[in-house]
């Protein structure tokens, strides 16, 4: 197992004796092996989001799954689900406005959430020009991908 921004690869919920032998452990089943992307039979053994949370001491943090939404690092909104529970267009939360930026969220797919997930907000340059034709009363502004005119 190793370790990238903190975070586990793989999806055991167990533990590695002192010695690096891995045994006895359980992994939701998710497409993901246990260690490192690869599931040994004597190592760990997969199991269903009901049978994970029939087990006794699970943690509370197991039962609730986030989506936390963020803007240039910072948490907008963090909204709770239940496993495979979808988020609706209504809980999304606005994106920050930014000082000559437009924004929107990440692609991402909450129809069924089924771990944690981070959606992160784009912003992109407002490239805008203002143009005059002479001899009218006519102004345009344009955008990388809009153009408008105005009388």
């Known amino acids: 197992m190793g370790s990238r921004d903190s975070e586990w690869r793989g999806s055991i ?3 590695v004796d002192a ?4 045994s006895g ?6 497409g993901v092996g246990a260690v490192d992307g690869v599931t040994y039979m004597d190592q760990a053994a997969a199991v269903t989001y009901e049978e994970l949370l029939a087990a006794e001491g ?12 963020l803007a240039d690092g910072q948490p907008v909104k963090v909204l ?3 496993y495979g529970e979808a988020v609706s267009q209504t809980q999304i939360p606005e994106v920050p406005e930014k000082d000559g ?3 929107s969220w990440e692609t991402a797919d909450l129809s069924r959430v089924t771990s944690n997930l981070r959606v992160q907000a784009v912003y ?3 490239r805008t020009t203002i143009a005059s034709a002479e001899g009218e009363n006519r102004f345009s502004w344009q955008r990388e991908d809009f153009t408008r005119r105005i009388r």
Request: proline share 3%; aromatic share 14%.
């Open 58 to 69: 699970l943690p509370e943090e197991f039962k609730v799954m986030h989506v936390t939404f």
């Open 19 to 22: 010695d690096g032998s891995v």
């Open 25 to 30: 452990n359980v992994y939701l089943e998710n």
């Open 80 to 82: 709770k689900c239940s």
């Open 124 to 126: 992109r340059s407002w």
């Open 101 to 103: 930026f437009e924004g």
């Open 13 to 15: 919920a167990g533990d």
